[in-house]
């Protein structure tokens, strides 16, 4: 089973900077420069978009000499695909039946 990501990841993926991110390295490693050339914000805006990723653990930071890679850590991305899932993925009822009663959910269906 996978595991409940932490609501670090559900933040970082809160911003359209951070997702964009995410969305460039799908195709491979950059480094925190090439990251940065695609956005109109500053350095520093762009080192705290990658910290937040990182802090999540949807990307993965390699030093190679004097460049920091960075990568999607994709065994963090499955866990959230699947969580996700886990919510629109229909779940049987005791007794196996599909049948919905109409009217609101009371507290004893709840828990």
């Known amino acids: 089973m996978a595991s409940t990501p932490s609501s670090a990841v559900f933040r970082a993926f ?28 500053s350095w520093p805006t762009i ?16 030093r190679r000499g004097s460049e920091v890679y960075y990568e999607l850590n994709t065994s963090v991305l499955q866990d959230l695909a699947q969580h996700l899932m886990e ?12 049948a919905r009663s109409k009217g609101r959910i009371t507290r004893a269906q709840e828990g």
């Open 14 to 41: 809160a911003d359209q900077t951070r997702r964009d991110i995410l969305k460039m390295l799908r195709s491979g490693p950059r480094t925190s420069g090439q990251i940065a050339d695609r956005f109109d914000s």
């Open 87 to 98: 919510w629109v993925e229909p779940t049987l009822p005791k007794g196996g039946s599909r």
């Open 47 to 62: 080192s705290r978009h990658l910290s937040v990723l990182a802090n999540a653990d949807l990307v993965v930071a390699i």
